[in-house]
């Protein structure tokens, strides 16, 4: 059964920084796209980060210099670094993995983001 499980939400300060953590139980992990996606209160789900399975990053507008997104296909594993937060950052942020010729579509929980003084 597939899983992905976001770790490292928290409340924040702004200005401040944040890991995310997403573990993916996933059969060729290194096959797959993966993304971070957020859905701030009264917002659609955006798209903030994704990596392909070659390791090639993009970001959304609003984040770029200050998030970064990895992966460690040893680990099953995704990550998101975030710097200088701000008050707008503030989501649920969720892990998507993405094998599109497959069909296949996951997500994660999501795991919650507060950047507030």
């Known amino acids: 059964q597939v899983q992905l499980v976001e770790s490292g939400g928290d409340l924040v300060q702004p200005g401040g920084s944040l890991r995310l953590s997403c573990a993916a139980s996933i059969s060729n992990f290194r096959l797959y796209a993966m993304g971070w996606y957020r859905r701030a209160p009264g917002k659609q789900r955006e798209l903030v980060a994704s990596i392909t399975a070659g390791g090639t990053a993009n970001y959304a507008d609003s984040v770029k210099g200050r998030f970064t997104i990895s992966r460690d296909n040893a680990k099953n594993m995704v990550y998101l670094q975030m710097v200088s937060l701000k008050t707008e950052d503030t989501a649920v942020y969720y892990c998507?993995?993405?094998?599109?010729?497959?069909?296949?579509?996951?997500w994660g929980q999501g795991t919650q983001v507060t950047v507030s003084s």
């Open positions: 998507n993995a993405n094998l599109g010729w497959a069909g296949h579509d996951f």
